[in-house]
Every structure is written in structure tokens, then in C-alpha cells.
T-cell receptor, first 111, second 113 residues
Framework: EDQVTQSPEALRLQEGESSSLNCSYT??????LFWYRQDPGKGPEFLFT???AGEEKEKERLKATLTKKESFLHITAPKPEDSATYLC????????????FGKGTLLTVNP | SAVISQKPSRDICQRGTSLTIQCQVD?????MFWYRQQPGQSLTLIAT?????????ESGFVIDKFPISRPNLTFSTLTVSNMSPEDSSIYLC??????????FGPGTRLTVT
């Protein structure tokens, strides 16, 4: 069974204080690893897909990296508007395209 | 990316009744899905909505409780039947792009009293 574990559950940063979120996974044949951002009362917003170990993707202050066992979401010099819950999900190969999600990391960035 | 809308955005329902949630995508997509997000829990896939055929349900979810329709490539409905307070949750529709990303709607927040 595919599993995704995210840590920490919650993270509080000061504006400008860089940090990383972790996503550990076990999956039978990874098709892709996905990062989403979710604001309160809204649906998840797609950020990145990573397909193979060693791959990196960047978007503004966010950079996602992937190894064979985990992914990191690095946040550089965060701003208060980066406050949200960040979700990680994996998709296994085959004909079932389901996403298996972790419980998320609640990030709070204080001004 | 696909833009997805859901109706209603929220509802409060009585035990034993049913609610149908609508999901509309702004472009034709091959795959649509329904997820549930319970407080403190991960998003969990309920079923894959198949166009023109019966939905494919995940373990723990059954058609009698969560009937799904998908009459065309841009629209789907999920019904939550014979509701109990345990069904209180956020229900989310998603659509998959050709490169396997899934884009989500804003969700329907359901409270069962």
C-alpha cells in the first residue's frame, strides 16, 4: 500500500527565515510526486510534479527536490503570504491514477 | 490547467437525507475524481468518475452510499446518500491533465446534523 508521511505537522517561521518541509513516501513504482498548496476554505492548488530522483523544480520562493525515498520543499526567505498548508502526494504507475496524500504541513510565516 | 467549479460550496443537511454535489470543468478532460477531506486527515480518493460507464470505487467506498454520474467529459456529480454525522467532511472534485497533474475544485463543505 502506498504511504506518504509529511513532517513537521506544523512549522512557524519568521519572515525571511528559510526552511524545508519533508515528504517521505513508499510507493510501488512512482509515476510522479506532487506538491500542492491549500489555503483555508479552498481546494488544493497545484505547485509541482517531480518524476524521477534528482529532479528539482522552482517557483518563486519554493524549490522542490526528489530522492528515491523522500521529497523536500525548500522555502527561501518566506513571506507572510506563503502561509498555508502544503500537501504532498504520490501517484503510482499503472492504470489507476489515484493520488495518495500525506496529512500536510501547516506553515505560518510571521511578519 | 483546468478550472473547476463545484456546487454547492457548503450545505447543512439532516441525518438520513441525500445531497448531490456538482462538478464542472472548463475543458474536456479524460479523468475526473472525487476525494474526501476529513478534519485532521489526508485527502482520500472516493472514486474515479468514468465517462459513460460506472465509477471505479476505492476500498471502503460503495456505490449505494456514493453514487456518481459522469454524462460527458466536463461534468460529474457525487451524491452522498442516507447521510449520518460521520459524512460531515469536505468533498473535492479533481480533473487530470494529459501530464497527470490533478487540478482541484474549491470543495463542498458538508455538515450533517
Amino acid at each position: 500500500e502506498d504511504q506518504v508521511t509529511q513532517s513537521p505537522e506544523a512549522l512557524r517561521l519568521q519572515e525571511g527565515e528559510s526552511s524545508s518541509l519533508n515528504c517521505s513516501y513508499t510507493v510501488s513504482g512512482l509515476r510522479g510526486l506532487f506538491w500542492y498548496r491549500q489555503d483555508p476554505g479552498k481546494g488544493p492548488e497545484f505547485l509541482f510534479t517531480l518524476y524521477s530522483a534528482g529532479e528539482e523544480k522552482e517557483k518563486e520562493r519554493l524549490k522542490a527536490t526528489l530522492t528515491k525515498k523522500e521529497s523536500f520543499l525548500h522555502i527561501t526567505a518566506p513571506k507572510p503570504e506563503d502561509s498555508a498548508t502544503y500537501l504532498c502526494a504520490v501517484q503510482a504507475g499503472g492504470s489507476n491514477y489515484k493520488l495518495t496524500f500525506g496529512k500536510g504541513t501547516l506553515l505560518t510565516v510571521n511578519p | 490547467s483546468a478550472v473547476i467549479s463545484q456546487k454547492p460550496s457548503r450545505d447543512i443537511c439532516q441525518r438520513g437525507t441525500s445531497l448531490t454535489i456538482q462538478c464542472q470543468v472548463d475543458s474536456q478532460v479524460t479523468m475526473m475524481f472525487w476525494y474526501r477531506q476529513q478534519p485532521g486527515q489526508s485527502l482520500t480518493l472516493i472514486a474515479t468518475a468514468n465517462q459513460g460507464s460506472e465509477a471505479t470505487y476505492e476500498s471502503g467506498f460503495v456505490i449505494d452510499k456514493f453514487p456518481i454520474s459522469r454524462p460527458n467529459l466536463t461534468f460529474s456529480t457525487l451524491t452522498v446518500s442516507n447521510m449520518s454525522p460521520e459524512d460531515s467532511s469536505i468533498y473535492l472534485c479533481s480533473a487530470m491533465s494529459p501530464t497527470y497533474e490533478q487540478y482541484f475544485g474549491p470543495g463542498t463543505r458538508l455538515t450533517v446534523t
